[in-house]
């Protein structure tokens, strides 16, 4: 089993739907990163999280320390909105950016 | 400000030789961490750099090594390049701390094929 689990592997959705992906994870961890990649590579990183939650204009990350999961929303989705969507965490007895990542999540927004 | 540059963005290789990688982290950024990406096993850390000290070591053969210079630029190499070694080599900056990295800026990376 991985120690980052996300779901769904795949996720269809229309143009102005609300859409949700989640990750669950087996170890202690000081942080948890959610990234964003385009077809040809690159990557941006959405968000960093220890506890709570973050905004980011359509953009909500929220984490529950005691369950091991976390869930990235996307309000109003839009067709750029499509990509692939990954969830990497730092477990507690490492440092710096010794990320452990998801399988990812294919997003596809249709108009 | 300019983001993370990596070279060379594309390259083919044969089997049994090495190739160097660099990375240009954003100015100011003292870490630097480096990534493989393949269709099978996903991402995966391969090492991270602060301050030219090598500070973590993911799981890969010795053939994967890594360098930091004094202006924070890295180089990665593999050495007797084998069909496996074909991926994505992406990079990431952040500003680094003795206690942990921060917000990543990633590359646009380096897709290596082996031959």
């Known amino acids: 089993k991985n120690e980052v689990e996300q779901s769904p592997q795949n996720l269809t959705a229309q143009e102005g739907e609300f859409i949700t992906i989640n990750c669950s994870y087996s170890v202690g961890i000081s942080a948890l990163h959610w990234l964003q990649q385009h077809p040809g590579g690159g990557i941006v990183s959405l968000f960093m999280l220890s506890s709570g939650k973050k905004k980011h204009g359509r953009l909500i990350a929220t984490i529950n320390i005691q369950e091991k999961h976390s869930s990235l929303h996307i309000t109003a989705s839009h067709p750029r909105d499509s990509a692939v969507y990954i969830c990497?965490?730092?477990?507690?007895?490492?440092?710096?950016?010794?990320?452990?990542f998801g399988e990812g999540t294919q997003l596809t927004v249709n108009p | 400000k300019a983001g993370v540059t990596q070279t060379p963005r594309y390259l083919i290789k044969t089997r049994g030789q090495q190739v160097t990688l660099s990375c240009s982290p954003i100015s100011g950024h003292r870490s630097v961490s480096w990534y493989q990406q393949t269709p099978g096993q996903g991402l995966q850390f391969l090492f991270e750099?602060?301050?030219?000290?090598?500070?973590n070591k993911g799981n890969f053969p010795g053939r994967f090594s890594g360098r930091q210079f004094s202006n924070s630029r890295s180089e990665m190499n593999v050495s007797t390049l084998e069909l496996g070694d074909s991926a994505l080599y992406l990079c990431?900056?952040?500003?680094?701390?003795?206690?942990?990295?921060?917000?990543?800026?990633f590359g646009e990376g380096s897709r290596l094929t082996v031959l």
């Open positions: 990497a965490v730092l477990p507690e007895e490492t440092s710096g950016s010794r990320l452990t």
């Open positions: 750099y602060f301050s030219e000290t090598q500070r």
């Open positions: 990431a900056s952040s500003k680094g701390s003795l206690q942990g990295t921060g917000e990543l800026f």
